[in-house]
């Protein structure tokens, strides 16, 4: 189960109602709710006797943690390596997220830096990156939709896939990797995928024709 904690706008603690309830409940400030409804989130998902996953927001706010918890990093624009060595020294098992972001595109082969990226690549102990369980593509939905949600995922993710499955010696060539993706993106377009074209001027025999 994926516990989604992030981006929260503590502006609208300003609302009367939620001040009148954190006046009655002796909560003073909007971090201070911010860790009771955390916290709270945290209790009922242990009590459901189910493995789950919160973002590091929980854990940079100090929410106490059941031992077993999973930890999401995913704030791109921090430090995330640092942030992984933190919650690994704390004994949490993580999944690393942060420089994978389907969404974020530029002109050229952005897919480069996915391929680079490697969840284990932080300064801590053997132990430490034995806690780091993996990584995951994400995709998030503010300029996505359903006119471009598969187009703006595929072949791209594929990178992240062959990255996450694959031994890291067997996946530092960028030359063959691109052999491989090229191949991969024909293959989609055969099967009525419109995967978008992401290693510059190509050629593949199938031609996608969208559905009528």
């Not at 993996?134 to 995709?139: D, R, S, V």
């Not at 949600?149 to 990255?163: D, F, K, N, T, Y």
């Not at 694959?166 to 995967?195: D, F, K, Q, V, W």
């Amino acid at each position: 189960m994926h516990a989604v904690i992030d981006s929260v706008l503590l502006l609208r603690m300003s609302n009367p109602d939620i001040k009148k309830w954190m006046k009655e409940h002796k909560i003073r400030t909007g971090p201070n709710l911010l860790q009771y409804y955390e916290s709270r989130l945290v209790e009922m998902l242990g009590a459901l006797d189910k493995d789950y996953i919160v973002w590091q927001d929980v854990f940079d706010n100090g929410v106490k943690l059941d031992p077993d918890t999973v930890i999401g990093v995913w704030r791109s624009w921090t430090d995330y390596f640092s942030e992984l060595f933190n919650i690994t020294a704390a004994g949490y098992k993580a999944v690393l997220q942060a420089c994978w972001y389907m969404d974020l595109i530029s002109y050229g082969d952005t897919w480069h830096k996915y391929y680079a990226c490697d969840p284990q690549d932080f300064n801590g102990t053997a132990e430490q990156k034995e806690l780091v369980m993996g990584g995951g593509a994400t995709l998030w939905a503010e300029y996505v939709d359903s006119t471009n949600l598969i187009s703006r995922l595929w072949p791209r993710a594929s990178v992240v896939g062959e990255r996450l499955w694959s031994e890291l010696s067997s996946t530092t060539n960028l030359t063959y990797a691109e052999i491989r993706l090229h191949y991969h993106r024909c293959r989609m377009l055969s099967r009525g995928i419109p995967a978008e074209p992401i290693e510059g001027p190509s050629y593949c025999p199938q031609v996608y024709i969208p559905p009528l």
